[in-house]
């Protein structure tokens, strides 16, 4: 990984005042352990980022056992949003280990949070592909009632990768029947307009069409 986003990633929400930041799933897959050049430079650019958020940002913040937890749920969150990629053994493990030490570690310019955060996740990134590539190769059936909680709020993470993909199962199935009622929809309103060319689609088809559409979007949000 660049030097320019491990920095970024970890400062970007103290240069902020732990505002919102955004955590590029995919960069993940090109992590590599970072070189001695890479963490002399990431170092420099931390501290004078420290010294822009202790003596000149607009709002000052201690830099405290409070900006510990403060950073590392929003780093948390911010990565893994809807609690489909981290275990909940890797959530413990993290927070057991690192969750009132960030201050510390920020002040001596120490990315060691950061690099078994980002190993983690280039784990279980790798792992979630296979899991919706696996899922989105065979039909659904919409006749098996089913629910799917939506809610990052609600939902906790899950205790392994059985349950895990199991999550995604659903999430999946979600997404398919509602671009298959989108479609649907479409091609009816096509028929019905008597466009040239036009017919009507099976639901097999469009099953289909909705499983690829899902695909492919969840294909650019991995890859990019």
């Not at 002399?40 to 822009?52: A, C, F, G, N, Q």
């Not at 009816?188 to 695909?215: C, H, I």
Request: glycine residues 2%; proline residues 2%.
């Amino acid at each position: 990984m660049k030097s320019r986003f491990r920095v970024a990633l970890f400062a970007v929400p103290v240069l902020l005042g732990l505002a919102a930041f955004t955590f590029v799933g995919s960069r993940c897959a090109a992590y590599v352990s970072p070189d001695e050049d890479s963490e002399k430079k990431d170092k420099v650019i931390l501290e004078t980022m420290m010294r822009i958020l202790r003596h000149t940002h607009y709002s000052p913040t201690d830099i405290d056992d409070d900006f510990s937890h403060q950073a590392f749920d929003m780093y948390l969150e911010r990565n893994d949003y809807n609690k489909k990629i981290f275990l909940q053994a890797d959530y413990d493990e993290l927070k057991n280990k690192y969750y009132n030490d960030i201050e510390d570690q920020v002040k001596v310019q120490d990315f060691t949070f950061f690099n078994r955060t980002v190993e983690i996740l280039s784990k279980r990134i790798a792992e979630d592909k296979r899991v919706y590539t696996a899922v989105l190769a065979k039909p659904f059936d919409f006749t098996v009632t089913e629910s799917v909680e939506l809610d990052p709020e609600k939902v906790a993470y899950a205790k392994d990768t059985v349950e895990r993909a199991e999550v995604w199962r659903k999430y999946l199935k979600y997404q398919v029947m509602a671009r298959f009622v989108e479609l649907q929809k479409a091609n009816k309103k096509e028929v019905d307009a008597k466009k040239a060319g036009v017919t009507l689609k099976s639901d097999v088809d469009l099953e289909k069409e909705a499983r690829d559409k899902v695909r492919k979007t969840q294909d650019d949000i991995f890859d990019r």
